[in-house]
């Protein structure tokens, strides 16, 4: 079965369908993403240029499965198509956000949140607490809160 991903003209994931193999196949047998593309146009009535392949098993541009990764990230409605560099992705999280395309994710301007203490780690393990690292996107910073303070 292959993964198609049904985009409108201003590259955004409407929605993602399945097809079957033989509707995928070449003469020569092989899968091919514009034999996909000419079957859903005509099945479907949506241009074949605006149907994108898309790998079920691919998340963080890494194969769950092992095997290759194909265009970063599984498709979802609501997606973005990055057709320069052959990738899907999520919506920007935060508007100083960047793309990292070895990862097919967004990432903060300052890296990644800093790693929790073993104290921290201990109290999110025996539920006393519940530590995390939340953006603070006016300071580009990333805040330690209890998020345990916020339950009611």
Known sequence: MAHFAKISEDNVVLQVVVVADANTVNEEGAE????????????????????????????SNEHKLGGT?????????????????????????YASWVKNISTAQWNSPI????ALTAEQ?????????YWIYVWNEPEQSWDLTDSNEHVN
């Open 69 to 93: 990764a194909f265009r970063g990230n599984y498709a979802g409605i609501g997606f973005t198509w990055d057709s320069d560099n052959e990738i899907f992705w999520l919506s920007q999280p």
């Open 111 to 114: 890296g990644d949140a800093p």
């Open 32 to 59: 091919t993403e514009s034999v996909g593309q000419a079957y859903l146009e005509q099945h479907c009535n949506w241009p074949a240029n605006l149907w994108i392949q898309t790998s079920y098993n691919t998340e």
């Open 121 to 129: 780690n201990s109290q999110n393990n025996s539920k006393t607490n």
